[in-house]
């Protein structure tokens, strides 16, 4: 699977489409566009996609940012989808506040993939 970066940032950054849903059900929210960073730990997702599936809080954390400010956040449970890929259960942290996906190393740790920085194109490998 191949996906182009993004360029709504600058530089460019690596992404990927991905589908959310609950656990042993259909992935119904997706595709949706994530930007991947090698440095996060988990995937974060904006409440406003997972409130459509009706996925109950799993877990309660706290979050610490790249600035080190801590913040409480809700932990939910669901599979995901990024093309022809499910991975079930996977911890997923809702974000209250931003607009933005970040798909971690939670997810990324289950995948081979190559940047290619020049083409600007990011690869995800059988």
Not at 3 to 23: C, K, M, Q, R
Not at 60 to 66: G, V
């Amino acid at each position: 699977m191949r996906f182009s970066y993004d360029t709504n940032y600058f530089p460019p950054a690596p992404s990927v489409e991905i589908s959310l849903g609950i656990p042993n059900e259909s992935l119904a929210v997706g595709p949706l566009r994530a930007v991947v960073d090698t440095g996060a730990d988990v995937l974060l997702v904006p409440l406003r996609y997972i409130g459509p599936l009706g996925a109950q809080i799993d877990n309660r954390k706290t979050l610490r940012s790249q600035w080190g400010e801590p913040r409480k956040v809700d932990v939910y449970v669901l599979d995901v989808g990024i093309g022809d890929l499910r991975f079930p259960v996977i911890e997923v942290i809702a974000d209250e506040v931003g607009d933005e996906i970040v798909l971690g190393r939670n997810v990324l740790n289950k995948l081979t993939l190559t940047l290619h920085g020049p083409l600007q194109v990011l690869e995800i490998l059988g």
